[in-house]
């Protein structure tokens, strides 16, 4: 069984930062993708960043310049570091990875956290 684990939501004024984290664990031989998605109150779920295994990265336009993912391979952990806040930002926040099980034969597939609330208030 494969779990992803965040932290680092909660309240923050507008222009603050926040950073959150996403810990892979379980039966995961490799991970390939992972990224983080957000969902608003009344909106879809939408891709905010993701990275690949090589550090290839793509965001969003509307946090572009404002957002920063990175991972560490060794932690299996992807972060991502919001700067500049706005209170448009204010969504539940998920992570989520693609991955190869340890079984045989491999399975590729996907595993999202369980989200983790981001509040962006004066």
């Known amino acids: 069984q494969v779990q992803l684990v965040e932290s680092g939501g909660g309240l923050v004024q507008p222009g603050g930062s926040l950073r959150l984290s996403c810990a892979a664990s379980?039966?995961?031989?490799?991970?390939?993708?992972m990224g983080w998605y957000r969902q608003a109150p009344g909106k879809q779920r939408e891709l905010v960043a993701a990275?690949?295994?090589?550090?290839?990265?793509n965001y969003a336009d509307s946090v572009k310049g404002r957002f920063t993912i990175s991972r560490d391979n060794a932690k299996n952990t992807v972060y991502l570091q919001m700067n500049s806040l706005k209170p448009e930002d204010t969504a539940v926040y998920y992570c989520?990875?693609?991955?190869?099980?340890?079984?045989?034969?491999?399975?590729?597939?996907?595993?999202w956290g369980q989200g983790t609330l981001v509040t962006v208030s004066s």
């Open positions: 379980g039966s995961i031989f490799s991970i390939n993708a």
């Open positions: 990275i690949t295994s090589g550090g290839s990265t």
């Open positions: 989520k990875a693609d991955f190869f099980t340890t079984t045989l034969p491999r399975e590729y597939l996907e595993v």
